[in-house]
């Protein structure tokens, strides 16, 4: 799955460059998923008073609501990124907002100063109303939506790889850098995609309740030194791949 996200003040461009990325990928035959990030406090899909509150408001984790032509999903927290992602099977995932989440990313702005303060190493294109005064911004392509759309596909499709692991940067560096870090260099040409460690080496595998969580590669070796230590003790022990479930 590939992941890029569109990030910008507000009246900038924004949904303007995120709807054409996903209409643009759409008719080049991809499955497109998305994601909108909002910054407001008091924000709700859901109106008060009705079934599927009620349902939340006496405690429910989680509340499904299915109508004839939708179906809502609706969880009473922040969920992260990775869970997120995890809800999606389709090519790509377009998102409005998350810049500083560790994936390539297009910038919308309208003025340098946003530029100076949003535009970092994971900025591989640079969209919005600035685009009617610069062409280039420290390297940085700057591309109208409109009258450049076929230029900002190409980016798009060239620069944009399968998402990381997102990993907790406090536990994994195995490749010398954060997921974040990691970007861009992969965007600068320094690292490919495959020198990530943590999916490319999972030795041990770990489901919980069906899902599979990443272990980065420092907390693999704990675990299958400390596994393999035990198990090679037992009476019958035989050298071989291991299988452990909990219930």
Same mark, same amino acid.
């Given at each position: 799955?590939?992941? +890029?996200?569109?990030?910008?003040?507000? @009246? =900038?461009g924004?949904?303007? =460059?995120?709807?054409? +990325?996903?209409?643009?990928?759409?008719?080049?035959?991809?499955?497109?998923?998305?994601i &909108?990030?909002?910054? *407001? /406090? #008091?924000?709700?899909?859901e109106? /008060?008073?009705?079934?599927?509150?009620?349902?939340?408001? #006496?405690?429910? /984790?989680?509340?499904?609501?299915?109508?004839?032509?939708?179906?809502?999903?609706?969880? !009473?927290?922040?969920?992260p990124?990775?869970?997120?992602?995890?809800?999606?099977?389709?090519?790509?995932?377009v998102? $409005?907002?998350?810049?500083?989440?560790?994936?390539?990313?297009?910038?919308?702005?309208?003025?340098?100063?946003?530029?100076?303060?949003?535009?970092?190493?994971n =900025?591989?294109?640079i969209?919005?109303?600035?685009?009617?005064?610069?062409?280039?911004?420290?390297?940085v !392509?700057?591309?109208?939506?409109?009258?450049? #759309?076929?230029?900002i596909? &190409? %980016?798009? $499709?060239? &620069?944009? *790889?399968?998402?990381? !692991?997102?990993?907790?940067? $406090?536990?994994? =560096?195995?490749?010398? *850098?954060?997921?974040?870090?990691m970007?861009?260099?992969?965007?600068?040409?320094?690292?490919?995609?495959?020198?990530?460690?943590?999916?490319? @080496?999972?030795?041990?595998? %770990?489901?919980?309740?069906? &899902? /599979?969580?990443?272990?980065? !590669?420092?907390?693999?070796?704990?675990?299958?030194?400390?596994v393999?230590?035990?198990?090679?003790?037992?009476h019958?022990?035989?050298?071989?791949?291991? $299988?452990?479930? +909990?219930?």
């Open positions: 799955m590939r992941v +890029i996200s569109v990030g910008g003040y507000t @009246k =900038t924004k949904t303007s =460059t995120t709807t054409l +990325i996903i209409s643009e990928l759409k008719k080049r035959g991809y499955t497109v998923s998305s &909108k990030d909002i910054h *407001f /406090e #008091a924000f709700t899909m109106r /008060e008073g009705s079934d599927s509150w009620q349902h939340r408001d #006496a405690g429910a /984790e989680a509340v499904i609501a299915r109508g004839l032509k939708e179906t809502f999903y609706i969880r !009473p927290k922040k969920m990124l990775s869970d997120m992602l995890a809800m999606f099977d389709t090519d790509w995932v998102i $409005e907002g998350m810049k500083r989440e560790p994936l390539p990313k297009i910038i919308a702005a309208e003025s340098i100063e946003q530029l100076e303060e949003l535009v970092d190493k =900025t591989f294109c969209t919005g109303k600035i685009s009617k005064e610069l062409k280039e911004f420290k390297g !392509p700057v591309l109208d939506n409109f009258e450049q #759309a076929d230029e596909m &190409k %980016l798009v $499709e060239e &620069k944009v *790889f399968e998402v990381l !692991p997102l990993a907790d940067e $406090e536990c994994c =560096t195995e490749c010398g *850098f954060s997921c974040f870090d970007v861009g260099e992969i965007l600068a040409g320094r690292m490919k995609r495959e020198d990530c460690k943590t999916d490319h @080496k999972q030795d041990i595998k %770990l489901y919980v309740a069906g &899902k /599979e969580i990443t272990i980065v !590669p420092f907390v693999q070796r704990i675990l299958k030194t400390m393999t230590g035990f198990v090679s003790n037992l019958g022990y035989k050298e071989g791949e291991i $299988e452990i479930k +909990i219930k």
